[in-house]
């Protein structure tokens, strides 16, 4: 089964902070996918990035960046955490097209303090 | 107006009820997903589908392309089939819709 690991369930961190998100998916996908999910809003597309070191803005890519420097990897930063990104972030990635389901990691449920 | 919406927003059944969750959309796709979230917050996709049906165990997915609607259906539900379930179109991307919160009490 494919896996998509995301590095943590619950994080909480301080306003101000560095934040990285990590995301390791083992079954040689092309793409991958940050999202984040808050009530009413639904899941809300970040960044995504279709190979490694390409990457491009999803509907809210604003105080969020991204990188993918190996195929099996897409960190999210958070450059200054700000209380307004508590949410729930999912990674999500897919072999490429529109033929394949999405494979969506666990969850990080971040608080910003 | 949302691009996908679905109904109801929230559900709630006795077991062996047999569940219909409904999904349209405004936009052209050419594939329409249904994912289960548990809570705790790990989405599983149940379905991916661009015409007809597909059937999974008690779950069935339907999609009527020319109305732009799909149906989920449980059979014989049971309170493990708890959880939210969304609804998303692959429309130059992936646009989601807000769920469907689904109780099954024993």
């Known amino acids: 089964d494919v896996k998509v690991t995301q590095s943590s369930r619950y994080l909480v961190k301080r306003t101000g902070e560095k934040v990285f998100l990590e995301c390791v998916q083992d079954m040689d996908h092309e793409n991958m996918f940050w999202y984040r999910q808050d009530p009413g809003l639904g899941l809300r597309l970040i960044y995504f990035s279709y190979d490694v070191k390409m990457k491009e803005k999803g509907d809210i890519p604003e105080g969020y960046s991204v990188s993918r420097e190996k195929k099996e990897r897409f960190s999210l930063i958070l450059e200054s955490a700000s209380t307004n990104q508590t949410s729930m972030y999912l990674c999500a990635s897919t072999p490429g097209g529109t033929d394949y389901g999405y494979t969506f990691g666990s969850g990080t449920r971040l608080t910003v303090v | 107006k949302n691009e996908v919406e679905q109904s109801p927003q929230n559900l709630t059944a006795q077991e062996g009820e047999f569940i219909t969750i409904n999904c349209s959309y405004s936009?052209?796709?050419?594939?329409l997903h249904w994912l289960q979230q548990h809570p705790g917050g790990g989405i599983v996709s149940l379905f991916m589908l661009s015409s007809g049906k597909k059937k999974h165990g008690r779950l069935i997915a339907t999609i009527n392309i020319q109305e732009k609607h799909s149906s989920l259906h449980i059979t014989a539900s049971h309170p493990r089939d708890s959880a939210v379930y969304i609804c998303a179109v692959w429309a130059q991307k992936l646009v989601f819709g807000q769920g469907t919160r689904l109780t099954i009490n024993p």
């Open positions: 936009v052209g796709i050419s594939a």
